[in-house]
């Protein structure tokens, strides 16, 4: 069982949280018909219904603080199942009244430039104590500890979400931590996002520049009683060791420094409190420490410089264990993802200083890691260390600690690799929101790179929870017009800044393909996830984004204005990315008719189908003035690239079967032309081989795939890259950095191409929302022996895999409890077939022996 899209239900942000739950059954004719939910071993609730994922809290609203226990089991015509486990929820502070702390600010220590500051509180209990709950946020980052041990296991919480309207915080059960007593909290205190540098300008103490701290433990006692300790003006502040801290600096530490007694008078921060109702519970999983590698490597550099490979590209940052350390010595870790002509490659990072610095004091050995950044690196520079060996060294990964739920494998060992490249990407950058990047001084929730992502992204990882979170930011930041910021959160505002281009400062920005979040993110979670809540809350999101792009049109097209179209088209040069051969105006009006389509769809499934007759309308008037505006008598559209045949086959632009053919045949004969090499950017590159697919032409799409050449998906893997990088030539094949001012080895937004191959490749693909219905078509390839798909689905895992072998294609389908299959065999003339959960499995001709 499950609790909304929560592993962990402690503290969970509803007190009606939806449940889903899984199911094991051998009989292929069992299907659930009711179910029944008790809760707290009393209470129970029969509801005949085969629904099973996300189903309504069948019980009275739980109040703030309510622990609930509950169970599920189900029904079949053959009769009842067992009783499931009992799962355990307990409600945060549902409402603003729920809190008595005040937020509280250090009035002497924590300066913008100083060292930072460890708040201290201390609570005197009395005997008897039966559970203890600790709720606390902050502005900056902050790690607790209570009575010398640490709570939690949290990475820079409460995270980053639009602070002015929604402000995380943490539900922690400590009741293990607590005794008899006086009991000491503490917090530590950084910069983060609120404080810290964002963006590339150099602007930093972009949400304020006061630290804040905000905790309230509850404890709970055998005779009933509870006691409520806040945080308040009799609170305490004190300086640390850490010297400086910031995610894109890094951060220096002074080990010599030992902290005294807490003395520093707080300051209480009213304005702070004025909207309490901005607190908001987690709905995804937390950041945490996700895996720790070791050193592959340590040499010394041409300019003697000590060089260190951990022979992946990640996220985090660097534990060094020093031995016989003398007081004062000075260590210097720098991190970056390549090297160039043997050195380690910093200017793709800009103001991005990624360095951790450390003042030892004397000691035998000191294990050295920093608490308040994080870098994206594969490769460090490690200076003041005289003797290094790789064992002394251990890279420390971080992201939000996301289920995995997704794998691909086939014959071909690069594109094997392409695809972990994918899923690295994806744990590198979905770090509390969905960035563009982990490493440069940007690191921004652009909207563009995730619309065209989250499908792959939701197939890899379970994202409901976290998108959702990211999606509620959305809708905050989404201005009154309707108009969707460029990043989420939004850190370009409206007003002029030194260093930000004038193109990002806008009251009004509105840019295809980047706006269209707001309608597909949900879409895509409803098709994955079967949440009809995410669409019902993000909906009046995705209208008002529909009706303020229609209300920029001209006769039904979207033109003029700014755009950035098909960013990143390979035949852009390195300093122009927006220079595509694709019109801008045609990305837009293409944009424009699938947004419109998604809402319409949306308002149907919600019961507005009055909206959704009005949507289909718009979608029906704008597919024709594109054709009227951009496509010729003969199918041929303006621009003539790759990504505007993709964008007409993908979304259906083209009312005529004789131009959809021609468009076919054009966009197959373009990709022929250029050797197969991509020439899409972010708009086309995750539509390219579906349309080719669809108009007849999956063996192009195929060879397009497994290109080697620059610019192609593979050409990356045979540079040794272990990321997906940004641009299709961040590093050029003579072993150089692009020029481009814009570099990053880690981006994941031209890995989209994934989810192609896990529908087509593969073949597992959802067909119907949840996979309450999967479809299942592998298109083998002459090129492929063999290939398969694993995703474990909200009824359970679904796998798809097939080889090629002595003129036969044998196909294995694993089908999850609660949906059913359609089963497509590559055997001309043979009806598809319906199959329900279980295991079953095919043998016929290898469909490429016949061509």
């Known amino acids: 069982m499950r609790f909304e899209h929560r592993d962990d239900a402690l503290g969970i942000g509803t007190a009606s949280p939806r449940l889903s739950w899984r199911v094991r059954a051998t009989d292929p004719a ?68 729920d809190w008595t702390a005040r937020f509280i600010s250090p009035h002497t220590h924590g300066a913008l430039d100083a060292p930072a500051p460890e708040l201290v509180g201390r609570a005197v209990l009395r005997a008897g104590v039966v559970s203890a709950r600790l709720h606390a946020t902050a502005h900056g980052v902050y790690t607790a500890s209570l009575n010398g041990t640490r709570v939690g296991d949290e990475v820079l919480a409460p995270g980053w979400t639009s602070y002015h309207h929604r402000l995380r915080y943490q539900t922690h059960d400590v009741t293990a931590l607590l005794h008899e007593g006086t009991n000491t909290l503490s917090f530590l205190l950084g910069n983060g996002w609120y404080r810290g540098h964002l963006g590339w300008w150099g602007a930093r103490a972009r949400y304020g520049d006061r630290l804040a701290l905000f905790a309230q433990l509850e404890v709970r006692y055998e005779d009933g009683s509870v006691e409520v300790f806040g945080t308040d003006e009799e609170w305490r502040a004190r300086d640390t060791g850490i010297v400086s801290n910031d995610l894109y600096g890094g951060q220096r530490t002074d080990l010599r420094f030992t902290p005294g007694e807490a003395t520093g008078p707080v300051d209480v921060l009213p304005d702070a409190e004025a909207d309490l109702i901005r607190l908001v519970a987690p709905e995804g999983p937390p950041v945490r420490v996700t895996e720790v590698l070791p050193a592959l490597r340590v040499w010394s550099s041409p300019s003697g410089r000590t060089l260190v490979d951990f022979g992946q590209n990640v996220v985090g940052w660097i534990r060094l264990r020093v031995r016989k350390a003398a007081a004062g010595r000075e260590i210097v870790v720098r991190h970056a993802e390549v090297l160039e002509d043997g050195e380690l490659c910093t200017r793709p990072l800009g103001r991005a200083e990624a360095a951790d610095t450390y003042l030892l004091a004397e000691a035998e050995e000191t294990l050295l890691e920093p608490s308040l950044t994080y870098h994206g690196f594969r490769y460090a520079e490690i200076g003041g260390v005289p003797e290094l060996a790789a064992g002394d060294l251990q890279a420390v990964i971080v992201g939000s600690d996301l289920s995995r739920t997704g794998w691909f494998s086939c014959s071909d060992p690069d594109l094997t690799r392409l695809h972990e490249n994918v899923v690295w990407s994806t744990r590198g950058n979905f770090l509390d929101v969905p960035t563009d990047c982990p490493q440069r001084a940007e690191r921004l929730g652009w909207t563009g790179d995730i619309q065209v992502f989250s499908p792959t992204a939701s197939f890899l990882f379970d994202t409901a929870g976290f998108l959702s979170s990211w999606l509620a930011d959305l809708a905050a930041e989404q201005h009154l017009d309707g108009s969707v910021p460029f990043v989420v959160p939004d850190v370009f505002g409206a007003e002029p800044a030194e260093g930000v281009p004038g193109f990002l400062i806008t009251p009004s920005p509105a840019a295809a393909a980047w706006g269209d979040a707001a309608a597909v993110v949900p879409w895509v979670l409803y098709e994955r996830y079967g949440d009809t809540g995410i669409i019902e809350r993000q909906y009046v999101s995705a209208r008002a984004w529909v009706d303020k792009i229609a209300s920029l049109t001209t006769d039904e097209v979207w033109a003029g204005g700014f755009q950035f179209g098909d960013w990143l088209d390979p035949a852009a040069p390195p300093d122009n990315p927006f220079a595509a051969r694709t019109p801008a105006d045609v990305v837009a009006t293409a944009c424009l008719v699938r947004c419109a389509r998604i809402v319409a769809t949306m308002a149907a499934v919600l019961g507005r189908f009055e909206e959704a007759g009005q949507y289909d309308a718009l979608a029906s008037g704008t597919r024709e003035a594109f054709a009227r505006a951009f496509v010729d008598d003969s199918g041929r559209i303006a621009g003539d690239s790759p990504t505007a045949y993709a964008m007409a086959l993908r979304w259906d632009l083209l009312s005529r079967a004789d131009q959809r053919k021609a468009a076919g045949s ?37 060879r397009l795939l497994l290109e080697r050449e620059c610019p192609s998906w593979l050409y990356a893997v045979t540079m040794g890259a272990t990321t997906v990088w940004e641009r299709w030539d961040s590093m050029l094949p003579d072993g150089t950095v692009n020029p481009g001012s814009m570099t990053s080895f880690n981006h994941y937004a031209l890995g989209a191409v994934a989810d192609w191959m896990h529908r087509t490749v593969a073949g597992l693909a959802p067909g119907a929302p949840g996979y309450r219905e999967i479809v299942v078509r592998p298109l083998p390839n002459r090129s492929l022996t063999h290939a398969g798909a694993r995703h474990l689905t909200p ?13 036969r294609f044998h196909l294995e389908v694993v089908v999850p409890v609660g949906s059913q299959a359609t089963v497509h065999l590559p055997e001309e003339g043979r009806a598809p077939l319906i199959v329900t959960h279980g295991e079953h499995s095919w043998t016929t001709e290898d469909p490429c022996a016949r061509r």
């Open 795 to 807: 009824y359970g895992e679904a796998s798809v895999s097939w080889r090629r072998d002595g003129g």
């Open 30 to 97: 069992w299907r659930q018909t009711t179910y029944e939910v008790e809760l707290n071993g009393a209470t129970v609730v029969r509801i005949e219904s085969a629904e099973q994922i996300l189903v309504p809290w069948p019980f009275d609203p739980l109040p703030s603080r309510t622990r609930a226990r509950v169970r599920v089991r189900v029904a079949s015509d053959a009769g009842w199942s067992g009783w499931s486990e009992a799962v355990d929820a307990e409600t945060g502070l549902l409402r603003p009244d």
């Open 666 to 702: 054009r966009l197959a004969d373009l990709v022929r032309a250029s050797g197969y090499r991509i020439a899409t950017g972010f708009v086309g590159t995750p539509l390219i081989t579906d349309a080719l697919t669809a108009a007849g032409h999956s063996d192009v799409a195929h």
